[in-house]
């Protein structure tokens, strides 16, 4: 398959091969960064340093296998940062955590495919992990036109990046990437730690959203909200936010340039919601909702 071959991890002379290797590699050249990708899925689950009889072995160790390779590299080198990878060969686990704290999502970098892919992995994955980057357009993968904004909103939640050329930008664009990339470093502290809440399920609803709140629930959240087909003569239902304090007073700001100031209980906020003026197909919106103090 790919004309690719598959290394046999169960081997212990292929083991200490690929950890003389990679060690050598990596303490003889000017690398911070290693994405390990996994294209290959296991079709011939067979190895020679088993008997016949114990051949039933070979998932669980070469997956042991595998662990203690990365569990070695990772930690001879600590200051590289590992990225494992969610591609063919399925390498996105909860165990895969322990050594590489970032993993690319799905190349599939779609705004309107993001939105249920990152919602899956909201079940599972802190969101702080998953690599979720703008992406050009027409998309690679399924030829969808989306816009900028929808690009970015999705793409917060999550290591936050851009995956695209550079070169190929508008002015237009380019000014709104170092306004985006702010935004970013603004907020991030909410989407590593916060509390994350769903809203609405994408698989479920036309108007999925979702949010992350800050440890101390009251103060802070940023809140992700999205219209995936523009419907005539139907009324959108209002994003019913969660995780603040009814007590209290918020100011809902939209980003990135800070439009449409609202006032807001906490009260309102999680029983009546906010009404969003969606207007057209696959649109994403970013808001900053903060506690008014003193009120």
Avoid at 52 to 67: I, K
Wanted: proline share 5%.
């Amino acid at each position: 398959m790919r004309n690719q071959l598959l290394l046999d991890l169960v081997n212990e002379d292929v083991q200490n091969h690929l950890l003389h290797v990679l060690k050598n590699l990596l303490a003889n050249a000017n690398i911070s960064y290693v994405k390990w990708d996994h294209n290959r899925f296991i079709s011939n689950p067979y190895s020679k340093a088993l008997p016949p009889d114990r051949q039933g072995e070979f998932s669980h160790r070469y997956m042991l296998a595998l662990y203690g390779i990365i569990h070695k590299i990772t930690n001879s080198f600590p200051h590289i940062l590992f990225e494992s990878c969610a591609g063919g060969g399925g390498r996105f686990d909860p165990a895969s955590l322990a050594y590489m704290p970032q993993s690319w999502g799905s190349d599939n970098t779609d705004a309107d495919e993001r939105v249920k892919i990152q919602w899956g992995y909201s079940y599972v994955y802190p969101l702080s992990m998953v690599g979720s980057h703008v992406s050009a357009v027409p998309n690679q993968q399924v030829k969808r036109v989306t816009s900028w904004e929808s690009r970015v909103s999705v793409s917060h939640f999550g290591t936050f990046g851009y995956e695209l050329n550079l070169m190929e930008l508008s002015e237009v664009e380019k000014q709104c990437s170092v306004v985006d990339s702010r935004i970013h470093k603004a907020i991030r502290h909410l989407v590593q730690y916060g509390v994350f809440h769903r809203l609405r399920n994408p698989n479920k609803s036309n108007w999925p959203g979702w949010m992350c709140v800050s440890e101390e629930k009251d103060l802070e959240a940023i809140v992700f909200c999205y219209q995936r087909l523009r419907r005539t003569r139907e009324t959108i239902p209002p994003f019913v936010l969660k995780g603040l304090d009814s007590k209290k007073e918020y100011i809902v700001i939209q980003l990135p340039n800070a439009q449409a100031k609202r006032r807001y209980s906490g009260d309102e906020l999680m029983t009546r919601g906010m009404t969003i003026p969606f207007s057209h197909d696959f649109e994403g919106s970013l808001y900053y909702v903060r506690e008014i103090e003193n009120v």
